[in-house]
């Protein structure tokens, strides 16, 4: 287990290469994009396993000091983030099939899907800041592919955008490495914190502000957010849905990194204002709009900022508060925008004065919508009560009475939304037109969100014990955060 770490970027990156020579073989793509990602998912699965029994797994590649190694390292936290990461790209990956759209139908589609997934697995496997950064490109540059890969205006219109800002991002987290070594001597993760701590509070509170710009940016915090509410709505379903789900949890985990063990209680002021701001730009943004796929996708900002506020109050009871949330939010997020995509492809838009009844003519369809949208909401039993019980516990326990209040009300801002959505598309009477009891989509779209909606649903189930796991989690981050924890597992 030691020495394979590497291949959980390697391995995808290898099955890039093969889809690029197979690239006028559909079948042969996508049998190759299929054992790659079935493969990595199961060994993340051991890993997480192995790592939360044994402990942490390293990888160090060159045999360069440790100043400059490439280390690829799971402990806990990274361990589950590539789980979850790995489970949501395959289920999509499947679904994506299943709807055979011109995108998946391009020979681009699967060396860049696959791409996506070294990216996304390298950055929570990434041991050192400069491999962190590499391991952001590669996903970025995927991202940029499947975005834009059907070429309509309205894509390359978004898509242009997401590039922009994303090069950026790139500049302003490059500048961060680059700035980061000069002043420590050091790329480790591992050594960062106690040569941080040295540097005078002038020079690290600078640092720390320059990464929380760069990983804010990926993480789509306000006022950092405006690139995501266009882009992800113009790509198709699949797409969205691994977008939605993941990207921006790249960025909150890299937020959770940095903050939480490079420079504790350095930005907690700034960190729940940015959050407070975040939870309601993103729920005011949702409740203006009249298309499903743009009410999603300002969600998803709001939704950070909840995690983002855990980070910010900081201690054991609140960093397991927000990697619960995490866990919960990436598939009741994808789940959604996969339920979006069985709207298009059987209504052909998800506008809402275009729908009508879809409750009606799917019954079947109308509750995977609604188990999902209630626990992004906050009900009871579902999973997002949990996790805002986390974090508003942990809130009330220090005394940050406003914060509170906030995820309160955006909580019942987020549940008229999605009400919004419920009685324009799936409440009233069926539209009385041909498509009446018509369902286009393939079985496999179905089959695929039945099953990440019942990951919602056993995240609820088995809430103890993840939140166990999230609280052992925790713990691993804590003594070099020495930052107040008060509440505790809801």
């Known amino acids: 287990m030691t020495g394979g770490l590497a291949l959980f970027v390697a391995a995808p990156l290898a099955g890039t290469a093969l889809c690029f020579v197979a690239a006028r073989s559909r079948t042969l793509q996508r049998s190759v994009a299929l054992v790659v990602a079935v493969g990595v998912t199961v060994a993340s699965i051991a890993l997480l396993v192995h790592v939360d029994t044994v402990g942490p797994v390293t990888t160090s590649m060159g045999g360069w000091p440790d100043a400059i190694s490439i280390t690829f390292v799971a402990d806990r936290l990274g361990a589950l983030m590539l789980v979850i990461g790995n489970v949501m790209m395959l289920a999509v990956l499947v679904y994506a099939i299943g709807q055979g759209s011109r995108d998946e139908q391009s020979p681009w589609y699967a060396p860049a899907y696959l791409a996506l997934i070294a990216g996304v697995s390298g950055a929570f496997l990434a041991g050192d800041l400069f491999n962190l950064f590499v391991c952001f490109e590669i996903l970025l540059m995927a991202s940029y592919v499947l975005l834009t890969l059907e070429g309509s205006d309205d894509q390359i219109r978004s898509g242009t955008t997401y590039v922009v800002l994303n090069v950026v991002e790139s500049l302003v987290l490059v500048t961060g490495v680059a700035l980061v070594f000069a002043t420590t001597g050091t790329l480790s993760m591992a050594e960062l914190p106690e040569r941080l701590a040295a540097l005078p509070d002038g020079v690290a509170l600078g640092l720390s502000l320059l990464l929380l710009v760069a990983f804010g940016l990926k993480a789509a915090v306000f006022p950092l957010f405006s690139w995501l509410p266009d882009s992800y709505p113009a790509a198709p379903s699949p797409v969205s849905a691994v977008f939605a789900g993941l990207l921006t949890k790249v960025g909150v985990?890299?937020?959770?990194?940095?903050?939480?063990?490079?420079?504790?209680?350095?930005?907690?002021?700034?960190?729940?204002?940015?959050?407070?701001?975040?939870?309601?730009?993103?729920?005011?943004?949702?409740?203006?709009?009249?298309?499903?796929?743009?009410?999603?996708?300002?969600?998803?900002?709001?939704?950070?900022?909840?995690?983002?506020?855990?980070?910010?109050?900081?201690?054991?009871?609140?960093?397991?508060?927000?990697?619960?949330?995490?866990?919960?939010?990436?598939?009741?997020?994808?789940?959604?925008?996969?339920?979006?995509?069985?709207?298009?492809?059987?209504?052909?838009?998800?506008?809402?004065?275009?729908?009508?009844?879809?409750?009606?003519?799917?019954?079947?369809?109308?509750?995977?919508?609604?188990?999902?949208?209630?626990?992004?909401?906050?009900?009871?039993?579902?999973?997002?009560?949990?996790?805002?019980?986390?974090?508003?516990?942990?809130?009330?326990?220090?005394?940050?009475?406003?914060?509170?209040?906030?995820?309160?009300?955006?909580?019942?801002?987020?549940?008229?939304?999605?009400?919004?959505?419920?009685?324009?598309?799936?409440?009233?009477?069926?539209?009385?037109?041909?498509?009446?009891?018509?369902?286009?989509?393939?079985?496999?779209?179905?089959?695929?969100?039945?099953?990440?909606?019942?990951?919602?649903?056993?995240?609820?189930?088995?809430?103890?014990?993840?939140?166990?796991?999230?609280?052992?989690?925790?713990?691993?981050?804590?003594?070099?955060?020495?930052?107040?924890?008060?509440?505790?597992?809801?």
């Open 253 to 490: 985990y890299a937020i959770l990194r940095t903050q939480t063990q490079w420079f504790p209680d350095s930005n907690r002021t700034l960190l729940l204002v940015v959050a407070a701001a975040t939870m309601v730009v993103g729920v005011v943004g949702a409740i203006a709009q009249a298309d499903v796929k743009r009410i999603l996708s300002f969600h998803i900002v709001s939704q950070i900022g909840y995690m983002i506020a855990g980070i910010a109050l900081g201690g054991v009871a609140a960093v397991a508060a927000v990697v619960f949330y995490v866990v919960h939010h990436i598939p009741v997020k994808t789940s959604l925008f996969l339920v979006d995509g069985i709207v298009e492809q059987d209504e052909g838009t998800s506008a809402l004065d275009r729908l009508s009844g879809l409750a009606r003519r799917s019954g079947l369809l109308a509750v995977l919508f609604l188990v999902p949208a209630l626990s992004l909401a906050g009900l009871p039993p579902f999973s997002g009560f949990i996790g805002k019980l986390g974090v508003v516990t942990v809130g009330l326990d220090q005394g940050e009475w406003w914060i509170v209040a906030v995820a309160l009300v955006v909580s019942i801002l987020t549940l008229v939304s999605m009400m919004k959505i419920w009685t324009g598309a799936f409440w009233g009477a069926a539209p009385d037109t041909d498509r009446d009891g018509v369902l286009r989509h393939h079985p496999l779209m179905a089959a695929v969100t039945w099953f990440v909606v019942a990951l919602t649903l056993a995240v609820a189930l088995f809430a103890g014990p993840i939140y166990g796991f999230a609280e052992r989690t925790a713990a691993d981050l804590e003594p070099v955060a020495a930052t107040p924890s008060g509440g505790g597992a809801p």
